[in-house]
Nanobody, 115 residues
């Protein structure tokens, strides 16, 4: 069974940074054709798309994180990253990794930003 395993969440203060990682158990050849997404669910809200990176490396971001978050991928390592800078309390939530083609979700990693 294919798995996505996220890591890197934690408790930080406003203005600090975190780097999330998501490792896929898919083979390299399969992973490299996946568009990868990071979603988050903030307390009391629906899950929302935060960032996307395509197989060619094109990136898209939610307006709320543009210029602060950076999504990247390492196909050889089956890994997608989310570098989160200048964190705000409203960034608090559970962050999920998602493989678009396979529809696989990770279990989520909690990010808490204190004011």
């Amino acid at each position: 069974q294919v798995q996505l395993v996220e890591s890197g969440g934690g408790l930080v203060q406003t203005g600090e940074s975190l780097r999330l990682s998501c490792v896929s158990s898919h083979s390299t050849s399969f992973f490299r054709v996946q568009t990868m997404n990071w979603y988050r669910r903030r307390p009391g809200e629906e899950r929302e798309l935060v960032a996307t990176i395509t197989t060619s490396g094109s990136r898209n971001y939610a307006e709320s994180v543009k210029d602060r978050f950076i999504i990247s991928r390492n196909n050889a390592a089956h890994t997608v990253y989310l570098q989160m800078n200048s964190l705000k309390p409203e960034d608090t939530g559970v962050y999920y990794c998602h493989e678009a083609l396979s529809g696989t979700w990770g279990q989520g990693t909690l990010v808490t930003v204190s004011s």
